[in-house]
């Protein structure tokens, strides 16, 4: 499994209509070949800066797989106007997160 991690930097003005913007859209992600769901997350110290994770079978599903298409492309145009900075997007490998292990 792949966790795809994207920073998304909101103007602070516009967080309530991000918010919006992002539901209308994230129906988008769950037609994605390979997807496995997704948490949106708000900064609390930060509540301008949010943490879009999603769980991805395989990295190609991710990139190029729903980079490249149409509803990526959907995706980012219903959000873009929001960004106050280009978002910063890395990946991590592994089965979970959050589990404690050490």
């Known amino acids: 499994m792949i966790y ?30 390979g ?24 990295l190609e599903d991710h990139t190029p797989g729903f980079e490249a298409s149409e509803d990526h492309r959907l995706f980012m145009m219903g959000l873009q106007e929001y960004f106050s900075e280009e978002p910063t997007v890395y990946h991590l490998e592994g089965e979970t997160l959050g589990t404690g292990e050490v």
Do not use: C, D, M
């Open 4 to 33: 795809e991690i994207a920073l998304l930097p909101v103007h602070q003005e516009h967080i309530e209509r991000f918010k919006r913007a992002f539901a209308e859209v994230a129906p988008l992600l769950g037609r994605a070949k």
């Open 35 to 58: 997807y496995l769901g997704h948490t949106l997350a708000q900064g609390i110290e930060t509540p301008e800066r949010f943490n879009l994770i999603v769980r991805w079978q395989s």
